[in-house]
């Protein structure tokens, strides 16, 4: 079955970076479109980043643009998101996930992580 584990939360200071991955297994990694979500406590969750398969095109969340980069490689069949100058409002739970047909939107997506915490202290 699909699996996507993510892995690199943790706890930082501001300003500080912060890289997460995200290995799958049961899909055919390069031939989907995978995103970057995160949810606060009390909060919905929300787009973060997105990065096209073939083309590679990414896309990001104004809160998070110039700051965090997101990256795959397909080889090892693994996403990742570099997270730099880390601020206390990014502090959530982040999931990958994986569609077929690329969107922006938490419900377009058909596979789901378990999420990593990262916690950004001021």
Sequence with gaps: QVQLVESGGGLVQAGGSLRLSCAASGLSFSRYNMGWFRQAPGKEREFVA?????????????????????????AKNTLY???????????????CAA????????????????????TVSS
């Design 99 to 118: 569609t077929i047909s690329f969107a922006v939107e938490s419900t377009s997506y058909n596979y789901w992580g378990q999420g990593t915490q990262v």
């Design 50 to 74: 997105a990065i096209r398969w073939l083309t590679r095109a990414t896309y990001y969340a104004d809160s998070v643009k110039g700051r965090f980069t997101i990256s795959r490689d397909d």
């Design 81 to 95: 998101l570099q997270m730099n100058s880390l601020k206390p409002e990014d502090t959530a739970v982040y999931y």
